[in-house]
């Protein structure tokens, strides 16, 4: 089984900050990540797949980059609407999650 | 325009077999490269993959909870069906079936249903 190790669990931002988030790979995925939003009480919405591939309706303030066993997750000039929950997942080989990271305001 | 709907029993004993249902629209889950997932979520925790199935019958399920689990589809009815057996407390949770798409070789979850509750309590 491949284990997702994201970190960090928390991040505090404020309002145009660049925030980053990892997520490492127990083994090498050829870069089948995606990455997901989630806002309290709602479903994932997924942003990023393939490692940097924006999905219809993600804003150029969110990339996405990474190979191997290493990836990672940006928000460039964070907006009140970024606030929320955000999940990685591996589809090289079934489906693993990582943990999450809640991001708040500073 | 895609979208999925859970429905399930709300809540059922320790012991007993869960049984929900995803209602879907807008792709076939007879087409090539089209799947169903089930992914849930424990309150205030993580996302857990659960199972998926494919337009060609292929299922795939969580080792950690595979003999636990069956995943089916009604082709005809746009549905998928996921059972756990054997429930405790700890299957307590939020369970979202998504819409799975194959690109490049792999698939991963573009649409999520709502979400249903389920709780598991004597």
């Known amino acids: 089984d491949i284990q997702m190790t994201q970190s960090p669990p928390s991040l505090s931002a404020s309002l145009g900050d660049k925030v980053t988030i990892t997520c490492q790979a127990s083994q090498n995925i050829n870069k089948y990540i995606a990455w997901y939003q989630q806002k309290p009480g709602k479903a994932p919405r997924l942003l990023i797949r393939y490692t940097s591939t924006l999905e219809s309706g993600t804003p150029s303030r969110f990339s996405g980059s990474g190979s191997g066993r290493d990836y990672s997750f940006s928000i460039s000039n964070v907006e009140s609407e970024d606030i929320a929950s955000y999940y990685c997942l591996q589809y090289d080989n079934l489906w693993t999650f990582g943990g999450g990271t809640k991001l708040e305001l500073k | ?122």
């Open chain 2, 1 to 122: 325009q895609v979208t999925l709907k859970e429905s399930g029993p709300g809540i059922l004993q320790p012991s007993h077999t869960l049984s929900l249902t995803c209602s879907f629209s807008g792709f076939s889950l007879s087409t090539y490269g089209m799947g169903v997932s089930w992914i849930r979520q424990p309150s205030g925790k993580g996302l857990e993959w659960l199972a998926s199935i494919w337009w060609n019958g292929n299922t795939y399920n969580n080792p950690s909870l595979k003999s636990r689990l069956t995943v089916s589809k009604d082709t005809s009815n746009n549905q998928a069906f996921l059972k756990v057996t054997s429930v405790d407390t700890a299957d307590t949770a939020t369970y979202y079936c998504a819409h799975t798409r194959i690109i490049r070789g792999r698939g991963y979850f573009d649409y999520w249903g709502q979400g249903v509750m389920v709780t598991v309590s004597s």
